[in-house]
Each structure stands twice: as structure tokens, then as C-alpha cells.
């Protein structure tokens, strides 16, 4: 009944850490949207470049220094290939997705007035919240908030209400990462372009799961962090089109990011150097290149639909359970289940699945305007990722009915 066109015990050794004991138990890792695994080839690309080539980058005339710069510029190459940018200068890499919605926020305080409108939606992660909101205190712009529905869909007649000339920004994420919906960002992005707003897509949830063709999605600004993917941390990007790219200040002021400095007057690198000032994280550039790599040679096609095999079998499983109420629990989702059991903590149920080698995040996921929406503390969210398997399910949905009957 089981059928997919992957190798899972293939994949799987390429990740060290699947094959680990966590509290005397094989771990069943199913924390995969909080941070993914690192395959060997990612592990072996960031050793290989500390081993030969570790220098400054775009400074030296020297061979090494060469060398790593031209690794990290085949690394932005390869993420402007693989989303479909433009150009490679359109790829500002930042140390993830949190630093490159704070850039975008920051560089909009000089473009906004006192009356202007930002909307968010209900479904954002802080990272895609807090940032917006420092904006709006030293602007005096706005903050109007897209509803959701129980159901946990975006509410599209309430945004067209909202959007109206006075709207300078849209920012949305592409998947929740508290829910696992896909959002409908292609009318989002149309609508708030009719009035003239820019939109910014944070994909940090999206991006293990499927790829945006950034040209044909059209957005101004989309993010992600390559962790998410397979890649280390500490290493993201902010993509944006080039006329707003020029159109924004630099970030912060340093090194790399300068044309001519005197202490009269300084001027800024071109793009993408304009807004990665400092010596940047090289390796993880070079980490998240391999990343990208990787997933291609498993293929996302095949990636989704063993993910979505995982869903369905999980989604039918869990909800047999009594008491057990999955949160947007809909069709177009990725393979990310947030449910609670009646009358349970979910912190009870995480740490008793945690006793049994299963790692599940509790809590409220970077979101608490959705958990304040649904009143309740937080969730219990099981996230998957390819390389988990049907019988790592099966471990799941036996753990969490033990921890059910032993909490009741
Ligand atoms: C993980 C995540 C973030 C934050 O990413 P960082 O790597 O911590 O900067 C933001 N938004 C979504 C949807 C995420 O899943």
C-alpha cells in the first residue's frame, strides 16, 4: 500500500543523526520544520572548504582568497538558478530569514510616511511580525492584520477590503509554519500590485517542500533560511528585484558593502555587496549551495509526494484518536500536522514522546496571534521531512496514542 520512488535507507545514510539513540530509543526526528537534518555532502562541502580554501573573500589578490570567493559566488549562482531569479546580484545572501525581513523593514523607514498602511496576515511567524511592527513605531505607519478563518485559510475577501492606495507593503509567508497551509500568495501578490504596494514572501516553510519560480511568482521580496533545506545555520537569503534593491538604503555600514569611504562622504557597493557588510559566513555559503544541490538530486517531485504520502497516512491516523483535533486541516498543506487532544498540555504529550526517541516541537511556534486565535496554549506539531519513513509513522502515531492513555 506503501509505495514511493525514493531510496529512504539510501537518503537516510547520508544523515548520520537519523541513526542515533535518543533516551535508549532509535530517534524518530519529526522536527523538520523548525530545523532540518544535514546530509554528508552538505557536512563534506562546509569540511572541505575550512580544509583547502578558508580565506577572505572578495578582498585578496591571493590564490585562496580567489578561490573562496569564486566558491560563494558559484553558491549565489546556484540559489539564482534554483529559485529562477533574474540575477545573481538579485540574491542578497543574509545569515537567514529573520535577518533578511529585518533589512527589508529597516530600509523601508525612509520610504514611508505617517497614514501609510502595512497588512500582515494572521498566520506570520514573529520573524515576520515584530519587525513590521518596530517599522510602524518610528514611521507612524499602520499594521492591518488578514483574518483567518477556524479553518485556518486566509480570509481573501476581508484582504481586499484592506488594500487600498495607502497600502505600501504585503507580507505574508508562503507556508505556515505553525499550520503547514499553503497560502494563496499568487492573489495576494496581484491584488497588492494593483495598488502599487510591494509584496515580500517569506518562504522559509515553503522552500523544503516545493520551489517558487521567482520570476513567474512576481513578489518584490522573498526569503529563506537554509537550514530549512538540508543547509547549516546561519545562513539564508533575502531575494528582491533589483528596482527595489537600488531603491532601499544599505542595512548595516562595514566592510564589502562600500565604494569610497572618506570621512566626508561614503559611497555603496552595487548590488548584491551593497548589503552584506562584514566578512560574511563563507562556509555556509558554500553549505547551502551543496544544500540546494542535494535536494535537486533527489528531486522535489519525488520529495513531495513521499511528503504527502507521510500527511495523508499520518492525518488519517491521528485523527482516529479521541479527542485528537488537528489545526488547518486542509487539502493544500505540506506535511506539517499541529494538533492538541482534549483536556491534554501539549507540553505532557511532547515530553512523553520525547522519552520515546520521538522529537516534536510544543508550544507555540513563533506564533502566538494563531494559538491566541484558537485560545489555547499551543500545539503539539509533527513535521516531516523525505527522509522519514512509514514505520518512523507508525512509531509516532503508536507513541502519541501511549502518551494519550497515560495522560488521561
Ligand atoms: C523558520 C521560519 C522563520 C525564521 O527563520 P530563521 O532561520 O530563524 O531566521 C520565519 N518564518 C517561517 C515561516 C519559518 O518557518
Known amino acids: 500500500m506503501y509505495k514511493t520512488s525514493l531510496d529512504i535507507d539510501q537518503i537516510r545514510n ?8 535518543v533516551n535508549g530509543q532509535p530517534l524518530v526526528y519529526l522536527d523538520n520544520a523548525a530545523t532540518s537534518q544535514t546530509p554528508l555532502p552538505v557536512i563534506d562541502a562546509i569540511g572541505d572548504y575550512y ?24 553558491a549565489r549562482q546556484k540559489i539564482q538558478q534554483h529559485f529562477n531569479a533574474a540575477h545573481a546580484h538579485e540574491i542578497i545572501l543574509t545569515s537567514g530569514t529573520t535577518h533578511a525581513i529585518n533589512l527589508v523593514a529597516n530600509g523601508f523607514a525612509s520610504l514611508l510616511n505617517q497614514g501609510d498602511e502595512l497588512i500582515v496576515s494572521a498566520l506570520e511567524h514573529h520573524a515576520n511580525i515584530v519587525p513590521w511592527q518596530m517599522l510602524c ?33 504585503v507580507f505574508v509567508n508562503h ?19 494593483a495598488v ?16 517558487p519560480d521567482l520570476q513567474k511568482l512576481n513578489a518584490d521580496f522573498y ?5 530549512k533545506i538540508c543547509g547549516p545555520t546561519g545562513i539564508g537569503m533575502l531575494y528582491g528585484k533589483e528596482k527595489w534593491l537600488r531603491k532601499l538604503p544599505p542595512y548595516q555600514g562595514g566592510g564589502e558593502m562600500i565604494d569610497q569611504v572618506t570621512f566626508e562622504k561614503t559611497t555603496y557597493a552595487d548590488l548584491p555587496h551593497k548589503f552584506e557588510a562584514g566578512t560574511p559566513n563563507i562556509a555556509g555559503g558554500v553549505g547551502f ?7 535537486n538530486r533527489i528531486g522535489f517531485d519525488a520529495i513531495a509526494a513521499h511528503e504527502n504520502d507521510l500527511l495523508q497516512h499520518a492525518t488519517e491516523k491521528l485523527k482516529q484518536i479521541e479527542g485528537l483535533r488537528i489545526y488547518g486541516d486542509v487539502q493544500n498543506k505540506v506535511a506539517v500536522i499541529s494538533f492538541n487532544v482534549e483536556g491534554l498540555h501539549p507540553y505532557d504529550i511532547g515530553t512523553l514522546l520525547d522519552k520515546m526517541g520521538i522529537a516534536v516541537r510544543t508550544g507555540h511556534h513563533c ?20 527522509y522519514n519513513t512509514h514505520e518512523e509513522l507508525e512509531r509516532f502515531v503508536t507513541g502519541v496514542e501511549k502518551a494519550v492513555s497515560m495522560l488521561r
Not at 55 to 74: F, K, P
Not at 175 to 193: M, Q
Not at 196 to 211: F, R, S
Not at 367 to 383: E, L
Request: charged share 15%; aromatic share 6%; hydrophobic share 40%.
Open 51 to 74: 580544509k583547502h580554501t578558508n580565506a577572505n573573500i572578495h578582498r585578496g589578490v591571493h590564490a585562496l582568497s580567489q578561490e573562496a570567493t569564486d566558491q560563494y559566488e558559484a
Open 14 to 21: 547520508d544523515f548520520p543523526i537519523l541513526h542515533r539513540k
Open 137 to 169: 513605531e518610528r514611521t507612524g505607519a499602520t499594521l492591518k492584520v488578514i483574518p483567518m478563518t477556524d479553518a485556518g485559510i486566509l480570509d481573501m475577501n476581508a484582504f481586499s477590503q484592506l488594500v487600498n492606495t495607502r497600502t505600501k507593503v
Open 289 to 295: 549551495g551543496a544544500a540546494i544541490d542535494y535536494m
Open 367 to 386: 506564533c502566538q496571534p494563531i494559538m491566541d486565535f484558537y485560545q489555547i496554549p499551543g500545539t503539539v506539531r509533527a513535521s516531516f521531512a523525505f
Open 196 to 211: 502599487g504596494a510591494a509584496v515580500l514572501i517569506d518562504g522559509a516553510q515553503a522552500t523544503p517542500h516545493l520551489v
Open 175 to 193: 507556508v505556515s509554519n505553525a499550520l503547514g497551509i499553503i497560502n494563496p500568495i499568487e492573489h495576494i501578490i496581484e491584488k497588492a500590485h
Open 223 to 227: 526569503t529563506t533560511s537554509a537550514h
